[in-house]
């Protein structure tokens, strides 16, 4: 086997929640990971979330330069934050994994997008940069999520398994790593996006804050288990769902706080269902994303597993910071030409590398 050098990496992220852009360095060789640095987040401002909420679900012919550019402005002040914090200077890092955002996700069609732009990125942090990560996948026949199983592989080595590690960001996706370190992975259904929508729809409010309002309502049944009758949960494994995949008009006659209450029990069954597709039921589940934080949530989902679920704190890792640590690790990958994404994470019918190069000795073109 080709010794690979290990390199310094950044990684960047932007999840569904469209909260704002994480930053972490990694130390890896895009196998072993090294060393985990810092992490940097930098919320957005409403004024830019709202000039960004528009374009979820557009078409990728459907753009707004001046919003991919300001979010790319958005990644590189988080990057230059990062580099102030560590001492570090930009010629220390070798590689920026930028995720970008994903606006648009529809695989059956061979479609997937996630705006930003690389070579900018690359002229503001004077760092090379790896974006693009998803679509090689897709066009090969994968659904392009998700995307972090292979890093959860890594961190997950010395773990007893067989091992869930359960990302509840917006959408909610699942890692299954058997004892042999093999995997399989797929979105499970929504997490927070469907409920931070009905929230800030209802009361202007972006979050219900550890289920406050999820806690004080009652679960509509009727409505739950017209949100279960979707064909998805049904489909095998490997899978990958769009961030409005599901139909808002289906709670749309009950209280905030009904609302509320049958969407965080959606997220909740919807996960237990995932349960059915694992080749064998994990010793423990490992949950990572925002969701976590949401004990109304947590408490939902583990009365609907019955089994051991813990924040990833509790193998002392940071959940926060996960994801993008991930993007770092996969840039090392694809600068390696290794494969981000196997057939049994995202049904791609080949082991696929991906991912961009932008040099930041190019200079910007856009």
């Known amino acids: 086997m080709t010794a690979r050098k290990p390199k310094m990496a950044i ?9 704002g852009v994480d930053a972490a360095l990694v130390e890896t060789d895009g196998r072993d990971i090294f060393g985990l640095g ?5 919320p957005y401002a409403p004024a830019f979330r709202a000039r960004l909420e528009p374009l979820m679900g557009q078409p990728p012919n459907v753009k707004d330069r001046d919003v991919e550019r300001d979010l790319t402005l958005y990644h590189a002040e988080a990057v230059h934050r990062l580099l102030t914090n560590t001492g570090l200077q930009s010629h220390e890092i070798d590689i920026v994994g930028f995720h970008g955002q994903t606006v648009f996700h529809d695989p059956a069609n061979a479609v997937t997008c996630q705006i930003g732009d690389g070579p900018l990125l ?12 998803r679509s090689a996948d897709v066009a090969a026949g994968g659904e392009g999520a998700p995307f972090a199983p292979l890093f959860h592989v890594a961190m997950a080595q010395s773990l007893e398994r067989p091992l869930a590690i359960l990302n509840m960001g917006g959408i909610a996706n699942v890692t299954w790593i058997s004892p042999d370190g093999g995997t399989i992975a797929f979105d499970t259904g929504p997490a927070n996006a469907m409920v931070d929508d009905w929230i800030r729809a209802r009361t202007g409010l972006n979050f219900d804050e550890d289920g406050i309002l999820a806690r004080q ?27 409005d995949a599901f139909q808002m008009k289906l709670v749309a006659d009950l209280s905030t706080e009904d609302g509320a209450a049958t969407l965080l029990a959606f997220t909740a069954a919807s996960i237990a269902r995932a349960r059915d597709l694992l080749p064998a039921p994990p010793l423990r589940w490992l949950v990572t994303g925002g969701g976590r934080h949401n004990p109304a949530l947590m408490a939902a989902v583990r009365q609907q597993l019955a089994a051991p679920l813990e924040p990833v704190e509790a193998v002392g890792w940071n959940g926060d910071a996960l994801e993008a640590q991930a993007f770092a690790y996969l840039a090392v990958r694809s600068i390696y030409g290794l494969p981000l994404s196997y ?3 995202t049904g791609v019918r080949q082991p696929m590398p991906g991912g961009v190069f932008h040099s930041a000795n190019a200079g910007c073109t856009g």
């Open 38 to 42: 810092p992490f940097q987040t930098i």
């Open 217 to 243: 309502g009652k679960v509509n049944e009727i409505a739950l288990a017209a949100l279960m009758n979707n064909p998805y949960f049904d489909l095998p494994a490997p899978k990958s769902l769009d961030r």
């Open 343 to 345: 057939p049994q994470t």
């Open 11 to 19: 990684g960047m992220m932007s999840g569904t929640s469209m909260d």
């Open 122 to 133: 690359a002229s503001e942090t004077g760092i090379d940069v790896v974006s693009d990560f």
